[in-house]
């Protein structure tokens, strides 16, 4: 009885078209914003906040935008790690060829180069559908792949070929490099985070993201109603991988501090595949869930053995892992193949009548 | 629907073959503005054939198509859409994904022009167009009476009311020409009753000229102004409901070999047909 | 440039014929595996519509399996021709096991789920795959116990075209294996009566349910059978180079193999197999050293767009019609 929307009516087409029209989700995003900007910085130590919180904001973000493209218009991509690296190594170009402008407007920038890339990589979709077309995204992942290591330009020569994040400010305060705490970075990483999350809200509930669903469910039906395929795909790499790229920027920048072109490999295409799919295809809290899940996750096992006072050696926990997560998708996929954000939504069914059973 | 009737559609000498498979031959007809034109024919004329070419999705290999005064060689969906040709599917063909409001406000995309910047901002004048449309998909909900399925999943929805609200789809499109694939295939009496009189309040109230493609004499007698009956993809009669049910040609492909002899059957005949 | 790139590698062909033909040779080898690895996507696609990712890391795993029961005895003092071939039987049985357990815990209840469903799923069984074999043989590469399974080793050097050309009998060997085995994949497919319900099944679950096709058993066979296949790679890569779990990558390979012949054909994944390994090996021969190396890579997926803008459903796949 706690989730009942009963008694709310709506006045208006706009109060009915709003995001959260039911008031306990309107309470419930605030209880999550509330926390997310007071609770856990005031009471997370450096470990919460450099290794769970700011990967997993970051990585939800790339999740957003493989969701756009996978989720939303039904293209599968396995080139998501490729897209990530494009933008972080864009980033890396444009803040050191330019040291002057602040890092955050390179971010930016960053995503609108790895747009473009995916708008080419996006061409064959006029002529190529459904599993060939990812065919096509994997060749894109392997040729980035290639470039991040031979075009030394890119890493600025560095005999490493790795790169490293030069130290940068905002409003005099250090946000990237040695010098910047966890802290400061949570925080701007945060804000970007949400904003970029707002606005691929509003994209999916208006009419772009109708237009992408009905690419996704019936292609036919969609061009009869005069919406242009190879446009609504185009755009929907491009949106797609614009998120990825200032992802893998940030990643660079306000995560790792530094990064090699391994970083940005298949796996990492394969591991934002399964934060999507097993958060839920189509639905941008389903990218948060499936991230925190299989980035949470191998932490936890890992730390596991040791807070139960097991001697595993850390090889072994490390295969374990990889079965646990294996099983774990397999598990997830057969109790709810729509994502644990299906299985949130019937939670919310549940709390409805909650505590009668019916 | 008296006056002057212009033609809105016409096809002349259109072809069309898959493989070695002709599924139409040489087939013209006109489509006259503000009428209710049926196609019947038994399985496998090529009715749907026939749709699809004037949508644009099938090429006719040989022939023409007029449409409001432009004589093409081929349709494109895309023209097809934004001229004003909107269509209803044999297979339902809905986005299953979405509920009956999104399905039919997609219906209205062609209308909707504020672009990716609006639409990322939602505040503004992307919000004012939503509602905009909102209303005008909310008439067609109302005049097609499924205000209570309007948040429903269509897939969820049972095959009557799914065919409903593709119907609603359609109309978001303000079309001048509605292109009927069988809209009432497995419904029941109430059920075809109802889609009768939707499509007749459609034809009469916005001047919507309609092209119908349906299996159920009794309606295409009621309904339609003009009839083209097609069999093995050649065209067979075409004319009205009446010159067209006694057609010799017809009743033996479609209506069955009419039984001339048979004194039980024969008022049975008139009743049926 | 452009005279370095169209006309240098071809003057460099036709200046030396001997390394042309090594070159072909090489890439047709490779090609062949590549056909192996490809051939066991078909057999689960064709028969249940999977696209199955594990079939990289069961080659893998099938490999490690053999030589890893084959060091077993060979601690135990069993070693020799037929302690290999004692270990090669109780691979396959292992296969088989797997297979079955595959089947019944994650194929039976994702029965009629979407196709990316299961698609993920073999995600989740690679991951699981990797882990269990590290665990149980290691992360070391091994080698292949090839003598022991009287696979031959060593060249045969031939004189002609102005120079040598160099032919592994293993790589001999391996292509005749090849052959044989997918010529008689091919005709199971095609004269028997499991290959038909195969086939069956690979249309339409429900429909072949409704003819009384035993699913399970069918996907327990389709399994078991790419699990041979598996097996067979495993050994022929591993003896030519060694087993360790780089060879999973390889196996992502397969994809453009794949997309080049259609999924759903024998035939494609041979031809397929051959363009893609031939097709690699020249490139990275002739136009490699423009590039700077390393381009073996990418190369085979860009061989394989290109086909796919010109056939979108790939050289023998199913033409996509689709029915409105």
């Known amino acids: ?358 | 629907m008296s006056g002057a009737s212009e033609t809105l559609l016409s096809v002349e000498g259109v072809s069309l073959s898959f493989g070695g498979v002709k599924a139409i031959s040489g087939v013209s007809f006109d489509i006259r503005k503000g009428e209710i034109r049926a196609i019947i024919g038994p399985n496998g004329a090529g009715k749907t054939s026939m749709l699809n070419v004037i949508n644009g999705f099938y090429h006719p290999n040989q022939g023409r198509i007029t449409y409001k005064g432009q004589t093409r060689s081929r349709m494109r969906p895309y023209r097809a859409a934004s001229q004003g040709i909107a269509r209803t599917f044999q297979n339902v063909a809905l986005f299953r994904g979405m509920t009956t409001l999104d399905n039919i406000m997609v219906g209205r995309t062609l209308k909707m022009q504020r672009g990716l910047f609006w639409q990322m901002l939602r505040f503004g004048p992307a919000m004012r167009e939503e509602i905009e449309h909102r209303r005008a998909v909310e008439d067609i909900i109302d005049f097609l009476q499924i205000e209570q399925i309007r948040k429903t999943p269509v897939g969820r929805l049972p095959y009557g009311l799914q065919k409903r609200v593709e119907l609603g789809r359609a109309l978001a499109m303000e079309p001048d020409l509605l292109l009927l694939d069988e809209p009432m295939a497995g419904m029941n009496i109430e059920e075809k009753e109802d889609m009768c009189r939707y499509i007749l309040d459609v034809n009469k109230e916005f001047g919507t000229t309609i092209a119908l493609i349906e299996h159920d004499i009794g309606v295409v007698m009621d309904l339609s102004d003009r009839v083209v009956v097609l069999e093995y993809g050649h065209k067979i009669a075409d004319g009205t409901p009446d010159a067209v049910k006694s057609d010799s040609k017809v009743i033996e492909a479609y209506l069955g070999v009419a039984h001339q002899d048979d004194k039980a059957s024969g008022p049975a005949r008139e009743v049926a047909a | 440039m452009l005279y370095n790139v169209f006309i240098d590698p071809f003057v460099q062909m036709a200046g030396a014929p001997d390394l042309l033909v090594q070159a072909l040779w090489e890439g047709l080898v490779s090609g062949v595996l590549y056909a192996l690895i490809a051939l066991g996507f078909v057999l689960i696609f064709k028969a249940s519509g999977v696209f199955n990712f594990a079939q990289g890391i069961m080659v893998v795993f099938s490999a490690l399996t053999l030589v890893g029961l084959y060091e077993k005895f060979a601690a135990f003092g069993f070693s020799g021709h037929l302690a290999a071939y004692v270990a090669l039987a109780l691979a396959a049985v292992v296969m088989f096991v797997l297979a079955v357990v595959i089947e019944r815990v994650v194929l039976r209840p994702l029965v009629n789920q979407p196709d990316i469903i299961l698609f993920m799923a073999t995600f989740g069984i690679t991951y699981v795959l990797i882990g269990l074999g590290e665990m149980v043989f290691g992360g070391d590469p091994k080698q292949m116990i090839a003598d022991e399974l009287f696979l031959p080793g060593g060249s045969i050097d031939v004189e002609m075209l102005g120079g040598f050309v160099s032919f592994q009998k293993i790589d001999i060997a391996a292509t005749v294996i090849a052959s044989v085995m997918i010529a008689g994949l091919a005709v199971f497919f095609q004269k028997t009566r499991i290959g038909r319900a195969l086939r069956a099944v690979a249309d339409s679950h429900k429909a072949a349910l409704s003819v009384g096709i035993s699913l399970n058993q069918i996907w327990a066979i389709v399994w078991f059978a790419a699990g041979l296949v598996a097996l067979v790679t495993g050994i022929m890569w591993g003896a030519r180079s060694n087993v360790s779990f780089a060879l999973e990558i390889v196996a992502l390979k397969a994809l453009p193999v794949l997309v080049l012949g259609g999924l759903t054909s024998v035939p494609g994944a041979i031809v397929g197999g051959l363009i893609v390994g031939i097709g690699e090996k020249l490139g990275e021969f002739y136009w490699g050293p423009l590039l700077g190396g390393g381009i073996e890579s990418w190369f085979a997926y860009v061989i394989a767009l290109l086909f796919l803008l010109y056939r979108p459903q790939g050289l023998f796949g199913d033409k996509i019609i689709e029915r409105i």
């Not at chain 1, 966890?182 to 985070?193: G, K, N």
């Not at chain 1, 061009?223 to 790499?237: E, N, P, T, V, Y």
């Not at chain 1, 050696?313 to 057969?334: P, Q, R, S, Y």
């Open chain 1, 1 to 358: 009885m706690l989730y009942r929307e009963t008694g709310q009516f709506k006045q208006s087409y706009a109060s009915d078209q709003a995001i959260f029209p039911i008031l306990q989700d309107r309470i419930g995003l605030a209880i999550i914003l509330a926390v997310a900007f007071v609770a856990i910085p005031l009471l997370g130590n450096e470990f919460v906040l450099a290794s769970l919180m700011i990967p997993f904001l970051i990585l939800s973000l790339g999740a957003i935008g493989l969701n756009l493209l996978t989720g939303y218009t039904g293209l599968l991509s396995l080139g998501t790690g490729a897209f990530m690296g494009v933008g972080a190594y864009a980033a890396y170009k444009l803040s050191t060829l330019f040291p002057g402008i602040n890092i955050l407007v390179w971010i930016v920038c960053s995503g609108f180069v790895a747009a473009g890339i995916g708008i080419l990589v996006g061409l064959p979709s006029l002529r190529i559908k459904g599993f060939y077309l990812a065919v096509a995204t994997l060749a894109a992942q392997f040729f980035l792949q290639w470039c991040f290591v031979r075009i030394s330009w890119l890493y600025n020569d560095n005999p490493s070929g790795a790169i490293e994040v030069p130290a940068r400010t905002l409003f005099g305060i250090a946000i990237t490099g040695p010098s910047a705490t966890p802290v400061t970075r949570y925080y701007v990483v945060l804000v970007i985070v949400a904003v970029m999350t707002l606005i691929a809200s509003n994209i999916v509930h208006g009419r772009i993201g109708r237009t992408w669903m009905a690419v996704r469910d019936m292609d036919i039906a969609a061009q009869l109603m005069g919406i242009r395929l190879l446009r609504s795909k185009l755009l929907a790499f491009a949106v797609s991988s614009f998120y990825c790229g200032v992802s893998g920027a940030l990643m660079v920048f306000l995560w790792l501090g530094a990064a090699e072109p391994s970083a940005f490999e298949i796996n990492l295409s394969f591991l934002m595949l399964f934060m999507v799919i097993i958060g839920g295809l189509g639905s941008l809290i389903g990218s948060f869930m499936g991230t925190a899940l299989i980035h949470i996750l191998p932490i936890l096992i890992r730390s596991l053995p040791e807070a139960l006072g097991l001697p595993l050696a850390a090889a072994t926990v490390e295969h374990l892992t990889f079965m646990i997560v294996g099983a774990l998708i397999i598990f997830f996929l057969i109790v709810e193949p729509h994502g644990l954000a299906r299985l949130w939504q019937i939670g919310k069914q549940k709390l409805r009548v909650w505590p009668f059973p019916y």
